[in-house]
C-alpha cells in the first residue's frame, strides 16, 4: 500500500504512546512497513537527484561510490566490500573523548575489557603468542582492522601485533581520533608495518593539532586518511579549514553515513530520520551531505578519493562478507540495531511540511484508525 503522509502520521503518533512490550497486529506492521517505504523511496529520490549532479562519479562493482583517483581508493576498503571483509581485531575499550555521534555514548566507563594481555579477534580471545596458530589454522584476510575504543590510549601494545600481521602480508588499518598521536608514535606504526591510518576528524571537530598529525603520519605511514561519520559540523568545519586538510597531501576521505543505536540517538531527538531496508536508522542529511561533499571534490578536482560509505555500501559490504563466509544465498548480519522500533523517531519527518511522500493512496479498508480490532 501507498500510505499517505497524514495518515502515517496519524498512526506513528499512535505507535509511540503504545507500551514497550504491546504486540502489533498484522496489519498494524503492513502500515509500518508501508510508511517506512515512503519515506525511504522519496529520501532515495532526493539522494538520486544529487548523484546525477556528480559529473565524475565512480563505483567499486556497483557496490559503493566514490570520486576521485582510483589508486588512492582505501585498500581497506576494497578488503571490505571485494576481499573476505573486515576482520576487527579489539583491544582497547577505552577513549579519551566522547562524541555525539559515537556508538558507545554513554557508556564509555563500562565497556568491558577485552582482558589483560589478550587480543579479541574474530570473537575468539587471543594472546599474542597464539597469532602464529591462528595463521598457520586459518585462511589469511585480505584485511584487518584494528578498531574499539581508541588504540593510542595505549598504542605501545599494538606495535608487536601489527608486526605480526605485516610479516604475513595481511593489509592492516587503524582508526584513531588522533588527538594522542605524537610524531614518535606514528613513526613506529609506520615501522611495524601499518598499511592504513583511519583519523577520525569530526570527533575533534577539525581539531589544528590533528590535522598536523596527519600531515606527520604521511611521511611514515603509506596511506593516510579520513573516516567521519557525515554530519553538519563535520561538514561546516571541514570546510573552514580545506585548504590546510588537503595540503596535509592525505589520500582519501571516507564519508561515513551516520546510523544510530539506542546509545546515541537522542543526542538526534528532532531530526528527520529515515530507515534503510528495515535496517540502519539515519538522519536524512548525513547522506545528503555526503553527496554535496563529493561534487565539490569532483569540481573542484581534489588529488584523493572521497567515499560515499552509505547504508547502502554497509548493505553490500554483509552481502559481500556472508558470501565469502559460505552462508546461504542472500544472508546478511545487516539489520536494524534497536531491540524496539523507535516510532517516535519518525515524527519529525512525518510532521515536515516540506517533505512530501512521492505517490499515496488511500488506506485500504480495515486499515483506518478504528477499524482494526483488538
Known amino acids: 500500500m501507498k500510505i499517505s503522509k ?32 515512503q519515506i525511504e523511496e522519496a529520501i532515495d529520490h532526493r539522494n538520486d537527484i544529487l548523484i546525477s549532479e556528480i559529473k565524475g562519479l565512480k563505483t567499486v562493482k556497483n557496490r559503493t561510490f566514490f570520486v576521485g583517483s582510483e589508486s588512492k581508493f582505501p585498500k581497506g576498503c576494497y578488503s571490505c566490500l571485494l576481499g573476505t571483509g573486515l576482520s576487527a581485531i579489539r583491544k582497547t575499550n577505552k577513549c579519551n573523548i566522547e562524541c555525539k555521534f559515537c556508538y558507545n555514548y554513554g557508556e564509555l566507563d563500562d565497556i568491558p575489557p577485552i582482558g589483560e594481555g589478550l587480543w579479541e579477534i574474530g570473537g575468539t580471545k587471543f594472546y599474542e603468542k597464539d597469532i602464529d596458530l591462528l595463521l598457520s589454522t586459518y585462511k589469511k584476510p585480505t584485511g584487518i582492522s584494528y578498531v574499539y575504543l581508541e588504540p593510542f590510549m595505549e598504542i605501545e601494545k599494538y606495535y608487536s601485533v601489527i608486526k605480526k600481521f605485516n610479516d604475513a602480508e595481511i593489509h592492516q588499518h587503524l582508526y ?3 588527538l594522542l598521536a605524537t610524531e614518535e ?6 615501522e611495524a ?16 593539532k590533528v590535522i598536523e598529525n596527519i600531515r606527520i603520519a604521511k611521511k611514515y605511514i603509506k596511506n593516510v586518511g579520513i573516516e567521519t561519520p557525515m554530519t553538519p559540523e563535520f561538514f561546516e568545519a571541514f570546510f573552514k579549514k580545506k585548504q590546510a586538510i588537503l595540503d596535509t597531501k592525505l589520500d582519501f576521505i ?27 536508522i539515519s538522519p ?15 569540481e573542484e578536482n581534489w588529488d584523493l578519493a572521497v567515499h560515499d560509505c552509505s547504508n547502502y555500501t554497509k548493505f553490500a559490504r554483509d552481502l559481500n562478507l556472508s558470501s565469502k563466509e559460505g552462508k546461504w544465498f542472500g544472508a546478511s548480519s545487516y539489520g536494524c540495531e534497536f531491540s524496539k522500533i523507535p516510532y517516535e523517531s519518525f515524527l519529525p519527518i512525518l510532521r515536515d511540511e516540506s517533505f512530501q511522500f512521492l505517490s499515496e493512496e488511500e488506506l485500504p479498508e480495515g486499515y483506518k484508525p478504528g477499524e482494526l480490532i483488538f
Open 6 to 37: 497524514k495518515d502515517a502520521l496519524a498512526w506513528f503518533e499512535f505507535f509511540s504512546m503504545l507500551p514497550e512490550e504491546e504486540e502489533l497486529m498484522t496489519k498494524q506492521q503492513e502500515i509500518i512497513y508501508s510508511t517506512f517505504a
Open 176 to 178: 584513531t581520533n588522533g
Open 185 to 190: 608514535t606514528l613513526k613506529a606504526l609506520g
Open 193 to 208: 608495518g601499518l598499511n592504513e591510518l583511519r583519523f577520525n576528524l569530526g570527533a575533534s571537530n577539525c581539531s589544528d
Open 254 to 280: 571516507n564519508c561515513a553515513e551516520l546510523h544510530l543505536n539506542e546509545n546515541n540517538i537522542d543526542n538526534y531527538y528532532g531530526e528527520n530520520m529515515y530507515i534503510c531496508r528495515r535496517g540502519y
Open 284 to 298: 536524512v542529511w548525513s547522506r545528503e551531505l555526503t553527496l554535496k561533499f563529493m561534487k565539490i571534490a569532483d
